[in-house]
């Protein structure tokens, strides 16, 4: 089947099995592979992407079910070499160490930032539990993701 995707600003025409995952077109067949494969099972989240404006698990859903849709994914958060104030929190705060999840963080978080840029630490931190990293215990993405929620509320 041939579909479209607006990956990042970018139409992609592709041509796809109606088995495959969105992860696995956003990656083997548009090139963006920051969208990490975890478990494959919508558990870990590292396959987090923003579809339409919602947060989803890009592993779970098949690629046939984005055609048409706007996707965003973490190439899609640095305007240029300028990062977004979330990577820059999450460099500045330590926040990841092998890096796989880091990217379905991200997303998560820039997610969960627009729809609410009042968002609650107790809200924050119920949302990004439903992510999960094995390297770093939480506690630096949770301050990352406080400190680019701070940021990004400052009036400039």
């Not at 139409?11 to 548009?30: F, N, Y």
């Not at 627009?114 to 539990?129: F, G, H, M, R, W």
């Amino acid at each position: 089947m041939k579909i479209t995707l607006t990956l990042n600003g970018n139409k992609h025409q592709v041509d796809v099995e109606p088995r495959h995952t969105l992860t696995d077109v956003i990656r083997d067949a548009c090139g963006y592979t920051g969208t990490h494969l975890g478990c494959e099972h919508g558990v870990c989240g590292a396959c987090t992407i923003i579809v339409d404006g919602e947060a989803i698990r890009a592993c779970l859903m098949f690629a046939i079910q984005a055609d048409g849709r706007t996707i965003r994914t973490i190439e899609g958060l640095a305007q240029g070499n300028t990062l977004h104030p979330l990577q820059e929190a999450f460099v500045k705060h330590h926040a990841l160490q092998c890096g796989y999840c880091t990217p379905g963080f991200l997303m998560l978080a820039t997610h969960a930032l627009e729809k609410n840029p009042d968002i609650t630490d107790a809200e924050l931190q119920d949302v990004l539990s439903s992510n999960l990293c094995r390297c770093t215990g939480y506690q630096n993405i949770l301050a990352a993701v406080q400190d680019a929620r701070d940021t990004m509320r400052t009036p400039s």
